[in-house]
C-alpha cells in the first residue's frame, strides 16, 4: 500500500511559477512510475507528466517546454515544476503511482492516488 500526499499548489498570476510536490509513504518509491494528472471544473482527469523508473520523462504536448517532472528517490518525492503558468492550467492536480514498472498516460492504469492540490492561475 502507497499513500500519496501532494503540496505545493495555490494561486498565481499567468506568467508566474510553482513546484508541486508529491510525498510517498513505503520504502518501495523507486519501484513506482510516478505521474502528474489534473481536472478542471467539469473536465475528465487528464494525464500531464509521468517520470519512469530509470528517471525517463514524459509529457502531454500542452505543457512540454513549461512543465518538468523529476523524482528523488532518497525522499520518495515527486516534483512538478510549473513555469509560464497559464489561466488553462487551472485544474486540481493529482499524483499517482503505477506498480508495473510501465509508463501509461491512462488514468484506469495507476493504482495509487493522492488527494490532489489546487492551482489556480488568474489572467
Known amino acids: 500500500q502507497v499513500q500519496l500526499v501532494e503540496s505545493g499548489g495555490g494561486l498565481v498570476q499567468a506568467g508566474g511559477s510553482l513546484r508541486l510536490s508529491c510525498v510517498a509513504s513505503?520504502?518501495?518509491?523507486?519501484?513506482?512510475?510516478m505521474a502528474w494528472f489534473r481536472q478542471a471544473p467539469g473536465k475528465e482527469r487528464e494525464f500531464v507528466a509521468a517520470?519512469?523508473?530509470?528517471?525517463?520523462?514524459y509529457y502531454v504536448d500542452p505543457v512540454k517546454g513549461r512543465f518538468t517532472i523529476s523524482r528523488d528517490n532518497a525522499k520518495n518525492t515527486v516534483y512538478l515544476q510549473m513555469n509560464s503558468l497559464k489561466p488553462e492550467d487551472t485544474a486540481i492536480y493529482y499524483c499517482?503511482?503505477?506498480?508495473?514498472?510501465?509508463?501509461?498516460?491512462?488514468?484506469?492504469?495507476?493504482?495509487?492516488w493522492g488527494q490532489g492540490t489546487q492551482v489556480t492561475v488568474s489572467s
Open positions: 517520470i519512469s523508473l530509470n528517471a525517463r520523462t
Open positions: 513505503g520504502r518501495t518509491f523507486s519501484s513506482y512510475v
Open positions: 499517482a503511482a503505477e506498480s508495473s514498472g510501465r509508463v501509461f498516460a491512462t488514468r484506469s492504469e495507476y493504482d495509487y
